[in-house]
């Protein structure tokens, strides 16, 4: 893989469409995509230990890592910052958001888990879930004003820029 490896953190709220762009972004050989809510550990800090663990084993095998979790929390987004200067990489951080009230209802209501035993958050959840305000750097991608591949372009070439992912196309 060319470049440097770096890990780059999708941040945000369920139903806005981090999966959908992270699964599209890491869609390149050698990339590795954690979902880190919805199976891989347990929401919370143990399970964001766990998660921060399974990407430094992955940047050890000389994979770039692409994590997906709501990451809702300053203390959350910090301990992302300091596991990528433990392993002496940068980061980039992409929140993804959905301006779009009634959109980004419509889409909390009408996702279909994908994986076993998933169970997604209702609408009355998604809007009771704590959400930190941000204090650092990243891309904001707004799924009410990007199409999807538009939103997967953008955080790629910025990925890519920085050297976090291979260039070129991911595979179809």
């Given amino acids: 893989m060319a470049g440097a490896l770096i890990l780059v953190v999708f941040s945000g709220l369920p139903g806005t469409g981090k999966t959908t762009i992270s699964r599209g972004v890491a869609a390149r050989p050698g990339v590795a995509h954690l979902r880190i809510d919805a199976g891989i ?8 230990a766990v998660a921060q663990a399974l990407v430094a084993e992955n940047l050890r095998l000389r994979r770039a ?16 910052r300091e596991a990528a200067h433990r392993a002496e990489m940068p980061l980039l951080d992409v929140e993804v958001t959905c301006c779009d009230l009634v959109e980004h209802r419509r889409r909390a209501e009408s996702r279909v888990a994908d994986l076993p035993g998933h169970v997604l958050p209702g609408w009355e959840a998604v809007r009771r879930h704590g959400y930190e305000a941000w204090d650092g750097e990243r891309l904001v991608l707004d799924t009410a004003r990007l199409d999807i ?7 790629a070439s910025e990925a ?3 050297g976090a992912l291979p260039p070129g196309s991911p595979p179809a």
Wanted: charge should be positive.
């Fill in 149 to 155: 591949a538009a939103a997967v372009e953008r955080a």
């Fill in 41 to 48: 550990a347990r929401p919370g800090a143990a399970g964001y």
């Fill in 160 to 162: 890519v820029r920085r």
């Fill in 65 to 80: 890592v692409v994590a997906d979790c709501v990451n809702p929390v300053a203390a959350s987004r910090l301990a992302w």
